[in-house]
């Protein structure tokens, strides 16, 4: 019902920055809460970020250095990473939910920071 592509992944050192996108394909997009996850080597997939039509939300590990936005418009959400760390290296995941379950899972995208 709503396919997630994402983009914006790629190698980067530390302290820089990448720009990740998710475009959905839905007529309420503005209705879905979007969600950013990510999976790092030998590790567990966790949550990193969210939006809904109000309000934010940010793991503590990246609070003061991801940011996210939404445009409806273009149905499309947006995770900004600054000062990135080798830690930070994961499969980012964008998802999206109608209710609490997240229900649509995109492919994923690589980043990867190095020392």
């Known amino acids: 019902q709503v396919q997630l592509v994402e983009s914006g992944g790629g190698l980067v050192q530390a302290g820089d920055s990448l720009r990740l996108s998710c475009t959905a394909s839905a007529r309420t997009f503005s209705s879905l809460t979007m969600g950013w996850f990510r999976q790092a080597p030998g590790k567990e997939r966790e949550f990193v970020s969210a939006i809904s039509w109000r309000n934010t939300y940010y793991a503590d590990s990246v609070k003061g250095r991801f940011t996210i936005s939404r445009d409806n418009a273009k149905n499309t959400v947006y995770l900004q990473m600054n000062s990135l760390k080798p830690e930070d290296t994961a499969v980012y995941y964008c998802?999206?939910?109608?209710?609490?379950?997240?229900?649509?899972w995109g492919q994923g995208t690589q980043v990867t920071v190095s020392s």
């Open positions: 998802a999206a939910t109608w209710s609490s379950s997240y229900d649509f």
